[in-house]
């Protein structure tokens, strides 16, 4: 089952494949990691601060946050 999390990336422009860790390295909850069998990477639990480091600092844009409206 495929469930929606906050944040989101874009499979074809991660390239985690090729050594990139940043976003994983940013994130203060630790609850990003690189799937290293697909070389992409990905939210590993469903929570999140909405700080958007991994979103700013990804350097092939690849990553969206979606912020809940609430918290806008
Ligand atoms: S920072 Fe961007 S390119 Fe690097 S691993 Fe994360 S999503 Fe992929
Ligand atoms: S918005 Fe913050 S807490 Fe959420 S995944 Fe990105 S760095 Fe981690």
């Given at each position: 089952?495929?469930?929606?999390?906050?944040?989101?990336?874009?499979?074809?422009?991660?390239?985690?494949?090729k050594g990139c860790?940043?976003?994983?390295?940013?994130?203060?909850?630790?609850?990003?990691?690189?799937?290293?069998?697909?070389?992409?990477?990905?939210?590993?639990?469903?929570?999140?601060?909405?700080?958007?480091?991994?979103?700013?600092?990804?350097?092939?844009?690849?990553?969206?946050?979606?912020?809940?409206?609430?918290?806008?």
């Open positions: 089952m495929k469930v929606k999390v906050p944040v989101s990336i874009d499979a074809e422009k991660c390239i985690a494949s860790t940043v976003c994983v390295d940013v994130c203060p909850l630790d609850v990003l990691v690189i799937d290293v069998k697909n070389g992409v990477a990905l939210m590993q639990y469903d929570e999140c601060w909405y700080c958007t480091p991994c979103e700013v600092d990804c350097p092939t844009h690849a990553v969206t946050v979606e912020i809940p409206y609430l918290l806008k």
